[in-house]
Every structure is written in structure tokens, then in C-alpha cells.
């Protein structure tokens, strides 16, 4: 007894004295490093009246990094907020402390129907967050899954080119966005449920689309219960309320795949051997008997994450290369020459596209998918280049910011491929002036699947077809303002005309040298 009592004294007494130590640390830090510089907060609303109302912070924090330089402090409300606008400070992070500031900083409105609880990009670090990611990777997104499911994503690029010819036909302007939207709608619910969702014509896709649109939205809309915690259970603006609906529309299309497939396994059908088979048949969530609640979180993940970053991003490619003839002529006459005018673009035909993978890198340098990387939050106090990240601070990454630097890329609102083309600069994580998808542990883990659907889609319709704008948009030029949300979208959508490409004509040289 007299041994096991002087044993726990003995734990208890190295316990405090860590705990004073860790104290002491915290401390010394505070001590030794100041916080990033930033301008003086108002008592209790911090900065907020200093920023103003404003529907574009991505450009509002660009332009305070200017004061204030490229990682700056800002008291939101309660909530400290840490900006980081160079990759120089990028690289500190993800290479110096990826994991002491992996946390995330969840806003209340995803906090409806326990989706933070479940979710792969909101969850923080730890074994539920490692085995949902590992699960997805595995499942879809290894180079052998991705491989297995050629065919599948061949088949959507046909039915978007026939969708498209058959607007050709009629005279009718494609909306780009919506297009490659439906089809890449199409390829995850195929891959997931082994089912299309929607199709080109029918109003469900629209709808879908416009869903997650505002999902997006609403996810990064300024909310006061996001800077006064205290006032969370008030959702004094009805955030939450309007979030809660539309998560339930997502849902409620999931629901009805779940449903028929659970029936079909009743009445003794084959497994369909896709995603919803592997999820139905794996155990997430004990004292959840179907674990219906967080496959369906899993699904928004999916869906919201894989659907608007991509169609965006050929949307804006499109937008690009309609406003720059010499840069589309170069890109089409670089597919005609590899592909020739008898084929159809297959994805093994990337790696021989080099200005493409430029038009995309450029694309994505100027119109990233997602202005800020989803916000961390540090899990302890660190030191970063000589400034404090306390703990539970929120930190963001403003990746429209670093693509715009005047310091990494010269005449940097310019669209100009031929910059990637002098130097090797990647999109997977390891080039910090490029990380539209992030970087470390928390890399965007669909980007395999993003890198081959954006070049095959956009490839296939520079391919097939010639494009211009319509009378009324030549005349006025093409609206380029953006719509801010998790992701950036185009606020208004772009549509072009296609003109089939015959026989030769995908030979002729658009360019004279």
C-alpha cells in the first residue's frame, strides 16, 4: 500500500511539474516572440469594423498584407486570426509544423447535422480522421483505382462531347460551367453508386449544382457566432437554419441511393463492388447500426469537394482562352498535332501536352479552386519566422494571394502559360508558389482524380471543338468578377458557342508562324 501511494505521489508530482514546465514554455515563447504585426483592434470587436462590410476578403486581406506584409494578425471578434499571404510562410508551415497547426477551425454553420463530427476535411488529426482519409485514398484514389476506372471517366467525356455536338447542331451556347459540372456530378455518383445523379437537360443537376454552390457559400459567409463563440446558441443571423436545409436536400438525394442499394442487398443482388458497397460493408461509428449518418457526411465531402473545384477551374480555363486567341490557337494546335483529327483525347495523352498542363497550372495560379485553404487552427503555441501562433489561434492561407505576388511572378495578373513553361513548377504539395490543393498531411486527397478530369475535360472540348463567345459577350467582353464561397466560382457563368471540328480541320494551323 505505503509503495503504491508513494508511486502515485511520485506520478502526480512529475505530472504538475510538467504542466508547470509546458506553462513555462508557453510563457517564454509569449515572452520571446511578438504576434504577426496587424492593425490595432477596437475593444471587444477586434477588427471587424476595421475590415468593413465585404463580399471579397480574399482581396481585403491581399491588400492589408501590402500594410502589414505577408503574415499579419487580425483579433476577429474573440478569435485571434493569423493570415499568411507568401509562400515563404507557406512553406514554414507545411514543412516546419504541419502538425502543430493541422487542427481546423470549423464555422458553427457546419456544425448541422453533426457534420463536423464525421467529416474528413473538418475532423482534426487523430485515428477516426487517419482511417476515414485512408479509406477514401485507398478506395478511390490510389493510382490502381484510378486506373481500374478509365473506362467510366472515357464514358462521361463521350456523353459531355455528344452533349455539347448536340448544342453545335442547334446553335444553342453551352454554359461551360454547368457542363462540366454534370459531368463530373456524373462521374462520382457512377464511381460511388454505380448510377448517374443527373443528367445534361434535366433540371437535377442545375439543382444539385446550385446546392452546392450555396453550401459553399453559406460555409465561408462572415457570421457573428463564428467571432463571438458565446452567441453560437443564438444563430442571431440564421445561418445555421438555412445550412441545415440545404445539407438536408444533399442528404435526402443520398438517402434515396442508400435506400435502393440496402433494398437490392435485401433481396440477395450482387455487390456493385463501388464505393457504397465498401462503405455499407465497413464499420464507421460504433452505436450507429447502418452508419447511414456518417456515410452521408463522407458523401457531402465528396460531392461538394469533387464536383464545383473542377468544374470551376475549366470554367475559368475557358474564360481564359476566349479572351486570349493566340494562347487557345497555341493550345489547339499542340492537340492536334499530338492526337491528330481521327482520335479522341485519352487521358495517356497528358504527359505529351505540355502547354496544356501550362494552361491548367496558369489557370489554377490565377482562379485557384479554393481562395483560402480551409482555416487551421494551431493545436499549441509555435514560433513562426521569429512571429507567435498561439494556440487555438486560427490560421489562414491566402493561396489567391500567393498567386498573384508580384515578387514570385513577374506582370502577375497576366495570363501567360508559357511562364510554366521556363520553369518546373508542380501543383501536388511540393512548390509552395503553387498549392491551389494544399500541402502536407492535409493535401486535398482527391487531387489525382482532379488532375486527370480537369486536363481530359478541358483537352476534349479545345479538341473537338472551336469555340467563341457570343455576339452580346464579344461585344461587352466577358465578365471575369468572381463569387467568393469555399470555393471561387465565376459570379456570372461563362457560355461559349462550339463549332464541330471536321476531318483535317483540327490540323489547321490557327497560329501563322
Known sequence: MEVNALSLLLLLAISLLSLFLLSQNKRRKRALYPLPPGPKPYPLVGNLLQLGPTSQPHITFTTLSKTYGPIFSLQLG?????????????????????????????????????????????????????????LCTTELFTTQRLDSHLSLRRQKVHELLDFVSKCAQEGTPV?????????????????????????????????????????????????????????????????????????????????????????????????????????????????????????????????????????????????????????LAKVRNELASVIGPEREMEESHIGQLPYL???IKE???????????????????????????????????????IGRDETTWPDPLKFSPERFLEKEIDFRGRDFELIPFGAGRRICPGLPLAYRMVHLVL????HRFQWKLPEEVENCGVDM????????????????????????????RLVQN
Open 78 to 134: 474573440q478569435v485571434t486570426t493569423i493570415v499568411v499571404s507568401s509562400h515563404e510562410y507557406a512553406k514554414k508551415i507545411f514543412q516546419n509544423h504541419d502538425l502543430a497547426l493541422a487542427g481546423r477551425h470549423e464555422p458553427d454553420v457546419l456544425r448541422v447535422q453533426g457534420h463536423h463530427e464525421r467529416s474528413i476535411a473538418w475532423l482534426p488529426p487523430g485515428p477516426r480522421w487517419r482511417s476515414l482519409r485512408r
Open 175 to 327: 454554359e461551360i460551367g454547368q457542363a462540366a459540372f454534370t459531368t463530373t456530378l456524373n462521374l462520382l455518383s457512377s464511381t460511388i453508386f454505380s448510377t448517374d445523379i443527373a443528367g445534361f437537360d434535366s433540371d437535377s443537376s442545375q439543382e444539385f449544382k446550385k446546392g452546392v454552390e450555396s453550401i459553399m457559400e453559406f460555409a465561408t459567409c462572415p457570421n457573428v457566432s463564428d467571432f463571438f463563440p458565446v452567441l453560437t446558441p443564438l444563430d442571431l443571423q440564421g445561418v445555421r437554419r438555412k445550412m441545415d436545409s440545404l445539407v438536408i436536400f444533399l442528404h435526402k438525394v443520398f438517402d434515396e441511393q442508400i435506400d435502393r442499394r440496402t433494398k437490392s442487398r435485401e433481396e440477395g443482388s450482387i455487390h456493385h463492388n463501388d464505393f457504397l458497397d465498401v462503405l455499407l460493408d465497413s464499420q464507421l461509428g460504433e452505436g450507429d447500426p447502418d452508419n447511414r449518418e456518417h456515410h452521408k457526411s463522407i458523401f457531402s465531402d465528396l460531392f461538394a469537394a469533387g464536383t464545383d473545384t473542377s468544374s470551376s477551374t475549366v470554367e475559368w480555363a475557358m474564360a481564359e482562352l476566349l479572351q486570349n486567341p493566340v494562347t
Open 357 to 359: 498542363q501550362a494552361v
Open 363 to 401: 489557370t489554377l495560379r490565377l482562379h485557384p479552386p479554393v481562395p483560402f485553404l480551409l482555416p487551421r487552427r494551431a493545436q499549441e503555441t509555435v514560433e513562426l519566422g521569429g512571429y507567435l501562433i498561439p494556440e487555438d489561434a486560427k490560421l489562414l492561407v491566402n493561396i489567391w494571394a
Open 459 to 462: 483537352g476534349s472540348l479545345l
Open 481 to 508: 468578377s468572381e463569387k467568393f464561397g469555399v470555393t471561387l466560382a465565376m459570379a456570372q457563368h461563362l457560355k461559349a458557342i462550339a463549332v464541330p471540328v471536321l476531318g483535317n480541320c483540327s490540323h489547321e
